[in-house]
């Protein structure tokens, strides 16, 4: 069964539920508008079954109704996720076996971008999105660098620390800055790596392309809403899990 | 339990042990609600004064950037440069870089406009930016000259603090206190002073009695305050005077409008946490968050910097009549709310010696705790009960600030719905004094105005309905509530105990022994890093600050 209807209380009858405010005083025109949204919303009949004035200028409502519209599972398209979503447990298990260490994360602004609102969301432990920051794993050395650090600074604290992933986050976007200083950052790594010792280099930030990354010398890029479970499942993924399996492969 | 007045002894902390004082009338009746053994609430309160005393004579012992440019601003310094730094860093830096900070920065300045190097601060900033001044230690009669100008000059500030308060004071007694306890505590943040006006407006008029403009993601990491109205933020609005004073002015309005007095709330946190503080008394906010180890633990702030700033910042609450909010909500978001309860009441005890000892009374300790047990686990409700009643016990003149659950909502915003009705049951049971409303979207969005309107009436439904039932709320002294209150409390005794014998290599005092090898939150934190360290100095012996000294001879 590739066509289907939402379902209330009977097969096909197609019954949906939504709740909006619209800007007007509650009035009986209100209720029209708000009939009238529905409708345009597919939704008919309407039933507008509950109106509420908040304040003098807003009026909320809740509608119930049946819409006229069909889904097609099988033109369904989204983009899979190539790395298995983990729970902070999960990856410190997955760390502890398969590392037998911590898992060195250094993270930083670079260049002139003073913002570390998403490099502190992934990494300290207070995070983002009721995710807690990659601090939080027991497994994970996290060594965040803050703000505005030189991309020479960037590199020589990658090799003390011996990082195995390096997240950058890049914020300002006047001309370029980002993509100019993210692949200023993966030619220095390029540069003072060889390239089966090289870490994983991650950018993040809310301008960034996903499919960038081989344009920019990344591995990987992380869009704006991305959340510390997410960057810690893929670290997880990219480092311990295909680590291993190349390991298997090779053996 | 909250008062305007109070006649609690200032100061002296641990002294008030007993929690069953209204209750007990000799015999064996039960003491207070939960039966606490008084001779154990004393101990857990003298634990908390040791682990606590050398933090505060280390806390003493130092001085910060912060602090001093604190002292600019209670001197009248405000404004920043054509880039936006603000006057007070451009001129402690230029002080800083010819003498240091450890004789405090009182002295070199007020010694400069006393030498007329320039008519007030303003000028004496520009030109210290400009390089053109040269700061030193002044000595013999110029040191007395410099010191008595800078007395006047700061206390003229803070008798503007003083007036601030007495302001407030008289219009709470013209517009009124909440008719209902717990007062209801609703955000706003939509990065833009100009939208969170109308929205605090409006969230005002639908029953918010203390508004709260969370801040902009970062801004506790920034060693500055930004200046002027600010119209971009990320997840919240700048602090900054003039958004506060906008602010307050506008929740004037509405006070005058609805007939009761709507509070403002602010960060007091971060790097600049004695900054905003003075910040906050100039411009009559009314509370602050202002946790004792928040900065250190979630946003790896060096502890030292974080305990000197804190006592500062402490003491202007003390003198401005402003309440604080402590942060324990967030130890229970990193960390599983019932293994964790007692990391909770041991900071409670912490945050409350800490804030005796600057000065602030109990009905200005408005002690953090949170709904964020898992609701799958059984009997789950009752634990809430157990630890919201045993923070009411403990501390029985605090208004309580009682957070909502975050950590278990799920996006089912239907869910969520009922668990936040039964975070405000939870709360009128137990008595909580500030009630943090709960929204249904948590996890989703920033709560839209409908979402704001039906958490509003979420709770007005459970405080009508529920009416005074916390008097008739007495769990059984032998049942599995008072059995759970308890166990909180012993453990977090354990744990204090375990604080106050731990030891590092350096010789620290052992809170930041404990705090530098992962004792709170998993976080390790050492006393030697983190952000902010470099703008720590130790006093030296002629060390001035006039603020300091007025808000010390305060006690």
């Known amino acids: 069964m590739t066509i289907l209807r939402p379902y209330g209380d009977t097969t096909g009858d197609g019954m949906v539920q939504v709740s909006f405010t619209l800007p007007m005083p509650h009035s009986k025109t209100a209720e029209g508008a708000a009939a009238q949204l529905a409708g ?78 998403g490099i502190d969301a992934i990494l300290n432990i207070k995070g983002f999105a009721g995710e807690k920051g990659l601090e939080y794993y027991g497994e994970v050395k996290v060594v965040n660098l803050g703000a505005q650090v030189a991309v020479p600074q960037l590199v020589a604290r990658a090799q003390e620390e011996g990082a195995d992933a390096v997240l950058v986050s890049q914020v300002v976007t006047q001309r370029d800055a980002h993509l100019l200083n993210t692949k200023e950052m993966s030619a220095a790594f390029r540069e003072a790596y060889p390239a089966d010792k090289r870490p994983l280099l991650i950018v993040g930030g809310p ?45 | 339990m909250v008062s305007t007045s109070s006649t609690g002894g200032r100061g002296s902390t641990g002294g008030r042990g007993s929690t069953g004082g209204r209750g007990s009338s000799g015999g064996r009746r039960p003491r207070g609600k939960l039966d606490l053994d008084p001779v154990t609430v004393r101990k857990a309160r003298s634990l908390a004064r040791k682990v606590g005393r050398p933090i505060v004579d280390l806390a003493q012992q130092h001085t910060t ?112 206190d909440p008719e209902q306890k717990p007062w209801i505590y609703l955000i706003v943040a ?49 602090a900054t005077q003039e958004n506060f004073r906008l602010m307050r002015a506008a929740l004037d309005e509405s006070s005058a409008e609805l007939g009761r007095y709507v509070r403002l709330t602010n960060y007091a946190s971060g790097l600049c946490m004695p900054e905003i503080a003075a910040l906050a008394g100039l411009e009559r906010l009314d509370m602050m968050l202002n946790d004792s180890m928040y900065g250190i633990l979630f946003r790896d702030i060096n502890p030292i910097r974080t305990f000197v700033d804190q006592r500062f ?12 909010n402590t942060g324990e909500d967030n130890y229970l978001t990193t960390a599983d709310a019932v293994e964790a309860a007692h990391t909770v009441t041991t900071s409670q005890l912490l945050n409350e010696y800490f804030a005796k000892e600057a000065g602030l009374e109990d009905w200005q300790l408005g002690l ?56 405000n049951l939870a709360g009128a049971l ?19 105005l409908s979402d704001r309107d039906l958490a509003l009436q979420n709770v007005r439904y459970v405080l009508n309905a529920a009416g005074g039932l916390a008097e008739d709320f007495r769990p059984a002294s032998d049942g599995f509530i008072a059995e759970r209150a308890r166990r909180v409390l012993a453990e977090s005794i354990d744990l204090l105990e375990q604080i106050a014998s731990d030891r590092d290599a350096a010789g620290d005092p052992p809170l930041l022994a404990a705090i530098a090898d992962g004792t709170f939150g998993l976080m390790k934190r050492p006393a030697d890093a983190g952000r902010g360290l470099d703008g720590v100095a130790a006093k030296a012996p002629e060390y001035f600050n006039p603020a300091s000294e007025i808000l010390e001879g305060e006690r």
Request: aromatic share 6%; charged share 25%.
């Open chain 1, 40 to 117: 345009k919303m597919g939704i008919d009949p309407a039933m507008v079954v509950h109106a509420k004035p908040m304040g003098p200028d807003f009026t909320f409502f809740v509608v119930y109704g049946r819409v006229n519209h069909l889904v097609d599972t099988s033109k369904v398209q989204v983009v899979e996720r190539d790395y298995p979503l983990l729970t902070p447990k999960e990856v410190n298990l997955a760390v502890k076996r398969g590392l037998r260490r911590k898992l060195v994360v250094v993270g930083a602004c670079i260049g002139s971008d003073a913002h570390t609102v």
């Open chain 1, 207 to 251: 301008r960034f392309d996903e499919s960038m990354a081989a344009e920019l010398g990344v591995d990987r890029v992380f869009a704006r809403g991305t959340t510390p479970g997410e960057v810690a499942s893929y670290l997880t993924d990219a480092i311990v899990t295909r680590r291993a399996a190349r390991a298997g492969a090779g053996a």
């Open chain 2, 65 to 176: 950037v912060s602090v001093e440019r604190a002292t600019l601003r209670l001197g009248g310094l405000q404004g920043a440069d054509a880039d936006g730094i603000p006057w007070v860093n451009r001129l402690l830096d230029a002080v800083r870089g010819d003498v240091g900070i450890e004789h405090g920065i009182a002295l070199p300045v007020w010694d400069s406009l006393v030498r007329g190097e320039a008519d007030d601060l303003a000028v004496l900033a520009q030109k210290a930016a400009a390089g053109s001044v040269r700061f030193r230690v002044p000595e013999g009669r110029d040191l007395v000259r410099a010191r008595s100008a800078a007395r006047k000059q700061v206390g003229a500030g803070m008798k503007k603090v003083d007036a601030r308060r007495r302001e407030r004071e008289r219009l709470v007694r013209k517009w009124g």
């Open chain 2, 190 to 238: 939509t990065g833009d002073i100009y939208e969170d006006i109308p929205q605090a407006q409006q969230a005002a008029r639908e029953g918010a009695d203390v508004i709260a403009v969370i801040r902009s993601t970062g801004q506790s990491l920034l060693d500055y305050v930004p200046e002027g109205a600010t119209r971009e933020g990320f997840a919240g609005t700048y």
């Open chain 2, 313 to 324: 910042s402490r003491q202007v609450h003390a003198r401005a009549g402003i309440i604080i």
């Open chain 2, 368 to 423: 953090g705790h949170a709904f964020e047990i898992d609701p799958e686990i059984p009997d789950s409700f009752r634990m809430e009960l157990a630890h919201a009643l045993l923070a009411r016990e403990l501390f029985p003149d605090a208004p309580l600030k009682w957070m909502p659950p975050t950590r278990h909502m799920t996006g089912d915003v239907f869910r969520g719905y009922l668990l936040d009705g039964f975070f």
């Open chain 2, 430 to 448: 137990t008595g909580q004094g500030i009630l943090l409303v709960g929204m249904m979207t948590e996890a989703v969005v920033t709560p839209w």
